[in-house]
């Protein structure tokens, strides 16, 4: 094992693999309602709660999100400390990355440029006293921008296809509630496995919403390792309106 810690690979390492892969199943939602059936809320889970911190944790972003009908999500994005290439714990995102970047991507193509990966993992819940069913047209995207890196994502996050030809160019969002992830694919970032040129800290973390939804209740947690990680020098702010709650550097850098 590396300097990093064997906790490190273990606590991040299973969380990507199981949640990228699907293996860990979301939770249970409404099905989709007909029209005119009447269906009962989701029952809030236990993970409204705050998580606690993990050794590779970075970065929280949290808001409310209320959507034109009234309805609510609580909303987290949790930041993970970037892993390399070439890290055991990040063979399965490479494999979803390179599914998603079709003929454009391999492996040999990882190693050679030094790619590296940072995951979000999000959570979108309705929250205690939520009264209405989230509408399936109140979109929410994630930042980073797919203008900018590669993403892929998973579980309940969506890929908007006039975004970009390929799944990995194309920017993520979600209309509903649920459990997620996005992987942020980074060329020319890894040093050696346990060193990177901190790209991660040049992009924004959070969410944006669309029109008929808004975000109120906006903070955010840096911890210690992601201002080791670049976030202290990288001139970052703080956006938290009724349409945005994200912090990052003022002009994203882009990859392409």
Same mark, same amino acid.
């Given at each position: 094992?590396?300097?990093r810690?064997?906790?490190i690979?273990?606590?991040?390492?299973?969380?990507?693999?199981?949640?990228?892969?699907?293996?860990?199943?979301?939770?249970?939602?409404?099905?989709?309602?007909?029209?005119?059936?009447?269906?009962?809320?989701?029952?809030?889970?236990?993970?409204?709660?705050r998580?606690?911190?993990?050794?590779d944790?970075?970065?929280?972003?949290?808001?409310?999100?209320?959507?034109?009908?009234?309805?609510?999500?609580s909303?987290e994005?949790?930041?993970?400390?970037?892993?390399?290439?070439?890290?055991?714990?990040?063979?399965?995102?490479?494999t979803?990355?390179? $599914?998603?970047?079709?003929?454009?991507?391999? *492996?040999?193509i990882? !190693? #050679?440029?030094? &790619?590296? +990966? @940072?995951?979000?993992?999000?959570?979108?819940?309705?929250?205690?006293?939520?009264?209405?069913?989230?509408?399936?047209?109140?979109?929410?995207?994630?930042?980073?921008?797919?203008?900018?890196?590669?993403?892929?994502?998973?579980?309940?996050?969506?890929?908007d296809?006039?975004?970009g030809?390929?799944?990995?160019t194309?920017?993520?969002?979600?209309?509903?509630?649920?459990?997620?992830?996005?992987?942020?694919?980074?060329p020319? $970032?890894?040093?050696?496995?346990?060193?990177? *040129?901190?790209?991660? !800290? #040049?992009q924004? &973390?959070? +969410? @944006?919403?669309?029109?008929g939804?808004?975000?109120?209740?906006?903070?955010?947690?840096?911890?210690?390792?992601?201002?080791?990680?670049?976030?202290?020098?990288?001139?970052?702010?703080?956006?938290?309106?009724?349409?945005?709650?994200y912090?990052?550097?003022?002009?994203?850098?882009?990859?392409?």
């Open positions: 094992m590396n300097t810690t064997s906790a690979a273990v606590s991040f390492g299973i969380v990507a693999i199981a949640s990228l892969t699907g293996c860990t199943a979301p939770v249970p939602l409404t099905p989709n309602p007909s029209p005119t059936e009447n269906v009962a809320l989701p029952e809030p889970a236990p993970s409204l709660t998580t606690p911190p993990a050794e944790s970075m970065l929280w972003a949290r808001a409310i999100a209320t959507a034109s009908n009234g309805s609510q999500l909303l994005g949790h930041v993970r400390r970037s892993l390399s290439y070439d890290w055991p714990g990040s063979q399965t995102i490479n979803i990355m390179i $599914d998603d970047c079709g003929d454009t991507l391999t *492996n040999a990882l !190693a #050679a440029d030094r &790619w590296s +990966f @940072t995951m979000m993992n999000i959570s979108a819940i309705p929250p205690e006293g939520s009264s209405e069913v989230w509408p399936d047209d109140s979109r929410i995207d994630f930042r980073p921008s797919a203008d900018n890196v590669y993403m892929a994502g998973r579980l309940f996050v969506q890929s296809a006039a975004t030809d390929l799944l990995c194309q920017n993520k969002y979600f209309v509903e509630a649920g459990r997620g992830n996005i992987a942020v694919g980074l020319a $970032d890894t040093i050696d496995q346990n060193t990177f *040129n901190n790209g991660w !800290a #040049a924004t &973390w959070g +969410f @944006t919403a669309a029109a939804v808004t975000l109120s209740e906006c903070s955010f947690e840096i911890l210690p390792l992601a201002n080791d990680n670049g976030a202290s020098t990288a001139g970052w702010v703080q956006v938290a309106d009724a349409n945005n709650c912090i990052g550097p003022p002009t994203e850098a882009s990859v392409f």
